[in-house]
């Protein structure tokens, strides 16, 4: 079965502070995507990385990084030096293949919401 | 301008009254889903199109339908809403399943 876990529910931090975000997967495929999204509070969701199963490489994107590691199927998100603007919903997902082996839909995790103080 | 338009933003109904929600997309995409967002529980997909005429169900189907008549329209039906289906609603379009848009979503409330 697929599925994603991300354990924490909320968080919060003070601006400036870096803060992770977790993301656990389950995936008996060999190839298959990683994402992530972001939910500010006007609700839309907005696309923020897709990484390919078989580039572990991390990246950075300015404050964003992610670390990807097949070993412990885990893919998470590290906001460096927060702030408010970062405060939403983070989402992780995994994609998701049909019988015939192509992706038919995402998998998405429970979410995280992350509120940074001023 | 690329986008993803879902109609209405803002939806309040009652129990056992039927309600589109549309949904077009400007990108030629051939795949389209629609998706509901609860609390605790993240995003479902509900149904999905690979292309005009072909559509299949999602995990959570029940009490929904769909038509895939033109690449850029996706409306999602309710033909008795019930209290449970109140929720915010997304729908979706790529190339594939791998790359998508998604829309401003729907929130509906059935009372």
């Given at each position: 079965a697929q599925k994603v876990t991300q354990a924490?529910?909320?968080?919060?931090?003070?601006?400036?502070?870096?803060?992770?975000?977790?993301?656990?997967?389950?995936?008996?495929?060999?190839?298959?995507?990683?994402?992530?999204?972001?939910?500010?509070?006007?609700?839309?969701?907005?696309f923020l990385i897709r990484r390919n199963s078989f580039d572990e490489q991390n990246e950075?994107?300015?404050?964003?990084?992610?670390?990807?590691?097949?070993?412990?199927?885990s893919f998470n998100f590290t906001i460096t030096a927060s702030q408010v603007v970062d405060s939403a919903v983070y989402f992780c997902a995994l994609s998701g293949l049909d019988d015939g082996g192509a992706t038919n839909k995402l998998i998405f995790g429970t979410g995280t919401l992350l509120a940074v103080q001023p | 301008e690329a986008q993803v338009t879902q109609?209405?933003?803002?939806?309040?109904?009652?129990?056992?009254?039927?309600?589109?929600?549309?949904?077009?997309?400007?990108?030629?995409?051939?795949?389209?889903?629609?998706?509901?967002?609860?609390?605790?529980?993240?995003?479902?997909?509900?149904?999905?199109?690979?292309?005009?005429e072909v559509t299949d169900k999602g995990d959570v189907p029940e009490g929904y339908k769909v038509s895939r008549k033109e690449k850029r329209n996706f409306p999602l039906i309710l033909e008795s809403p019930s209290p449970n289906q109140t929720s915010l609603y997304f729908c979706a379009s790529g190339r594939t399943a791998e790359k998508l848009f998604f829309g401003s979503g729907t929130q509906l409330s059935v009372l």
């Open positions: 924490q529910t909320e968080i919060s931090v003070v601006e400036k502070e870096d803060v992770t975000l977790d993301c656990v997967y389950e995936t008996r495929d060999t190839t298959y995507y990683l994402f992530w999204y972001k939910q500010p509070p006007s609700g839309e969701l907005v950075i994107s300015g404050r964003y990084s992610w670390n990807f590691q097949k070993s412990t199927s | 109609n209405p933003r803002y939806l309040i109904t009652v129990t056992g009254k039927k309600l589109t929600v549309t949904c077009s997309q400007n990108m030629n995409h051939e795949y389209m889903s629609w998706y509901r967002q609860d609390p605790g529980l993240g995003l479902r997909q509900i149904y999905y199109s690979m292309n005009v």
